[in-house]
């Protein structure tokens, strides 16, 4: 199957520190692909140079066409989103204005329509629209910054940490709409520090150490691996 992305040998560097050493991986169309590891491994680096956000080495192609000297804007509108670690809200506007914003490349004609498949996907936001995004609970930020990123109608849909302080429950919710988002044709590549939620989603998976990618496989394969069941999903499973 021909990858939707392909990085190929990335490389970034704060300074004299290279935070993502060579790091190659792609994402098939309509798949969810992982990148796990622990905190400092990079894995925010990565999606951040892959957007375009950061400058970096190597080749990152997107349906065939090299992204290099392709802004992060311009990125949006080929059809790729990011929703940062961050989640990056305006607080002080109200959940349907955020909602809005992410479709600032499309025409307002296809607004409501939007507006109406991301309330769908996220009933708790269409009776908290005219709520301001700083009153809402962590579950529900993290809602608004998926329903944000979809508002761009994206093909594939980049996610930083989407459990990131989240009551188990609500990363049980988050990532099952992460799985029917696969199933409707978006592709993922989610970073996570919860392995097993991600694995237990996925279809690929990377294992990212220290800047490098050091296993990768179907997600079943790395969630087999001895090393892997030791050091990230607490071993014995």
């Known amino acids: 199957m021909t990858a939707l992305i392909e990085v190929t040998e990335l490389r970034v560097s704060y300074g004299q520190v290279e935070a993502v050493q060579g790091v190659s ?27 375009g956000l950061l400058p ?8 065939g066409r090299d992204l290099s000297r392709v802004a992060a804007e311009e990125r949006v509108g080929l059809g790729i989103s990011l929703v940062p670690e961050q989640r990056d809200l305006f607080a002080t506007m109200s959940v349907m204005e955020n909602l809005e914003l992410g479709a600032f490349r499309r025409g307002r004609t296809e607004i ?5 498949e991301v309330y769908a996907l ?7 629209r005219r709520q301001q995004a700083g ?14 990123a979809l508002m761009a109608r994206p093909q594939l849909l980049m996610l930083d940490e989407p459990s990131l302080g989240l009551a188990p429950l609500i990363v049980r919710d988050i990532l099952a ?24 989603v996925a279809d690929t998976a990377y294992v990212m150490e220290l800047g490098q990618i050091t296993l990768s496989g179907t997600a079943s394969e790395i969630a087999a691996n ?4 030791e050091i990230y999903l607490g071993g014995g499973q």
């Open 25 to 51: 991986l792609s994402v098939a169309p309509g798949t969810i692909a992982t990148v796990i590891g622990a905190n400092g491994a990079g894995k925010t680096t990565l999606l951040a140079a892959v957007m």
């Open 56 to 63: 970096a080495k190597g080749s990152v192609r997107y349906e």
């Open 112 to 116: 409501p329509e939007r507006l109406e």
């Open 122 to 128: 996220f009933p708790r936001l269409a009776e908290r």
């Open 135 to 148: 009153t809402l609970s962590g579950g529900e930020r993290q809602m608004l910054a998926m329903g944000r």
């Open 177 to 200: 709409t992460v799985a029917r988002l696969r199933d409707s044709g978006v592709s993922i590549l989610l970073v996570e520090q919860n392995a097993r939620a991600a694995l237990r």
């Open 226 to 229: 001895p090393k892997v069941s």
